[in-house]
C-alpha cells in the first residue's frame, strides 16, 4: 500500500471521530491549522496537518529511549487513551494531578528526569509544561483551537476534549510509533481499535464513585 493511499485510508477512518473538531475560539497560535468554521460556529482544524504532526511526533518519540519518554495529563478523559498507548508503547504515564516539583526538584521522591513529554492539553497540563520548558525537556501537545501552544516543541492540532477525539490521536500516534520501530506494517492491523482507547463514562462514574468512598473513609478517622 502506497504512503497516499494509506493517509487516505487512515483519514477515512478517523473523521468520523470528531478529532478535527475544535471550539468557538481561536488563538493566534493555532490559525495557521484552521481550514474554517461550522455551522454552529465550531473552528475545523486541518485533518491533514493533524495527521502530519502525528507522524513527526512518531519519528521524534521513535529517536528517544521510549523509556524516558513521559505521558502524562490531567484531562480525564486522557486516561484511558493514554493507558493503552504506554501499553502498546512502553512508555511511562503520569495521570491526574501533576506534582509540582517532579521535573524540577531532584530532592523529591518522585523527581524524574525525561528525555521528552506527551501532554493532552497545554491548559490542563500547564505545571507539566512549565517545569519541562524550565528543565530544557522538548514537549509535544495535543492542542485545541483555543489553546496557548508557545512552550510546546510540537503541535498536534486536534480535538483534545472530545472522548473519541482524545482515543483517535493515542491511537494513531501509539500505531505509528510502532511503524516507525518496525514493530508493525502499514498494512498490519494494530491489537487494539480506537473504541479500544476511549475513556467510557462507566470508567469516570467507577473513579468518582472510589474517590468519594476514599474521601468517607479518611474523614471517618
Same mark, same amino acid.
Given at each position: 500500500?502506497? *504512503?497516499?493511499?494509506?493517509?487516505s ?7 468520523s %471521530? @470528531?478529532?478535527r473538531v @475544535? ?6 497560535f ?11 460556529g465550531l473552528?475545523m482544524?486541518?485533518?491533514?496537518i %493533524?495527521l502530519? +504532526?502525528?507522524?513527526t ?5 521513535? +529517536?528517544?529511549d521510549?523509556? +524516558?519518554? !513521559? ?15 504506554c501499553?502498546c508503547?512502553? $512508555?511511562?504515564?503520569m ?7 517532579t521535573?524540577?526538584n531532584?530532592?523529591?521522591?518522585f523527581y524524574?528526569?525525561p528525555?521528552?513529554l506527551? !501532554?493532552?492539553?497545554?491548559?490542563v497540563?500547564?505545571q507539566?509544561?512549565?517545569?519541562a ?9 495535543? $492542542?485545541?483551537t ?7 516543541d510540537?503541535?498536534?492540532p ?5 472522548r ?6 493515542y ?7 510502532l !511503524?516507525?520501530? @518496525? *514493530?508493525? %506494517? *502499514? ?10 482507547f476511549e %475513556?467510557? !463514562?462507566?470508567?469516570?462514574?467507577e473513579?468518582e464513585?472510589d ?7 479518611t474523614?471517618?478517622?
Amino acid at each position: 500500500m502506497s *504512503e497516499q493511499t494509506e493517509m487516505s485510508a487512515i483519514k477515512k477512518k478517523v473523521l468520523s %471521530t @470528531g478529532i478535527r473538531v @475544535g471550539t468557538d475560539v481561536k488563538t493566534k497560535f493555532m490559525r495557521q491549522y484552521i481550514t474554517e468554521s461550522s455551522p454552529e460556529g465550531l473552528y475545523m482544524l486541518d485533518i491533514d496537518i %493533524t495527521l502530519s +504532526r502525528i507522524k513527526t511526533a512518531a519519528k521524534f518519540v521513535s +529517536r528517544k529511549d521510549i523509556k +524516558r519518554v !513521559i505521558v502524562c495529563s490531567g484531562r480525564e478523559y486522557a486516561s484511558t487513551p493514554i493507558e493503552k498507548f504506554c501499553e502498546c508503547t512502553g $512508555a511511562p504515564m503520569m495521570l491526574r494531578r501533576f506534582m509540582p516539583g517532579t521535573l524540577t526538584n531532584p530532592s523529591l521522591p518522585f523527581y524524574t528526569e525525561p528525555h521528552l513529554l506527551i !501532554i493532552s492539553d497545554p491548559q490542563v497540563d500547564s505545571q507539566a509544561v512549565t517545569e519541562a520548558t524550565n528543565a530544557g525537556v522538548p514537549v509535544i501537545g495535543i $492542542a485545541n483551537t483555543d489553546n496557548l501552544t508557545s512552550k510546546l516543541d510540537l503541535v498536534i492540532p486536534a480535538n483534545n476534549r472530545g472522548r473519541k477525539a482524545l482515543a483517535t490521536v493515542y491511537w494513531l500516534l501509539a500505531r505509528e510509533i510502532l !511503524i516507525q520501530k @518496525g *514493530e508493525l %506494517t *502499514e498494512d498490519q492491523d494494530m491489537k487494539y481499535e480506537i473504541d479500544d482507547f476511549e %475513556t467510557k !463514562i462507566k470508567d469516570i462514574e467507577e473513579d468518582e464513585d472510589d474517590d468519594f468512598q476514599k474521601k468517607n473513609y479518611t474523614s471517618r478517622f
